[in-house]
C-alpha cells in the first residue's frame, strides 16, 4: 500500500511541476506584452528556459521514481538490472561451458566405441 502512495506522490508531484512551470511561462508572457519588447527574442529566451527547466525537473521526477522501483524491487527480493545483467552473463558462460563439456564427452564416447569395435 505505501509503494502505491509513493508512486501516486511522484506522480502528482510530476503533474505539479509542470502546471507550476506553465504558470511561470504564461506570467511571463504577459509580462513582455505589457512593456511591449520585443516578443520574438523574449520568446525564444523563454521558450529556451522552459526548456532548461523542464530538462532539469523531468531528470528530477526520473530520478525520484527510479529510487521508488528500487525500493520495491528490494521490497519483493527481485533483481535490479545490474544483477539481471549479471546473470544474464553467468548463464551465458556456463551455457558455453556445457556445450564444450558434451562436445569432449561426444569424443570420448565416439573413441570408445571405435575402440571397442576395432577389438571385436
Excluded: C, H, W
Aim: net charge positive.
Amino acid at each position: 500500500m505505501a509503494t502505491t502512495e509513493l508512486i501516486k506522490k511522484v506522480l502528482y508531484t510530476g503533474v505539479g511541476v509542470v502546471t507550476t512551470t506553465a504558470d511561470k511561462v504564461k506570467t511571463k508572457v504577459e509580462e513582455i506584452q505589457n512593456q511591449n519588447e520585443d516578443v520574438q527574442t523574449e520568446g525564444k529566451k523563454i521558450v529556451d528556459e522552459f526548456m532548461g527547466d523542464m530538462k532539469d525537473r523531468r531528470q528530477n521526477v526520473e530520478g525520484k521514481f527510479k529510487s521508488i522501483v528500487d525500493k520495491v524491487l528490494n521490497q519483493f527480493d527481485l533483481p535490479n538490472r545490474t544483477e539481471a545483467e549479471a546473470l544474464n552473463a553467468k548463464v551465458a558462460e556456463l551455457e558455453e561451458k556445457l556445450a564444450a563439456k558434451k562436445k569432449t564427452v561426444k569424443r570420448t564416447v565416439r573413441k570408445a566405441v571405435n575402440k571397442v569395435a576395432e577389438t571385436k
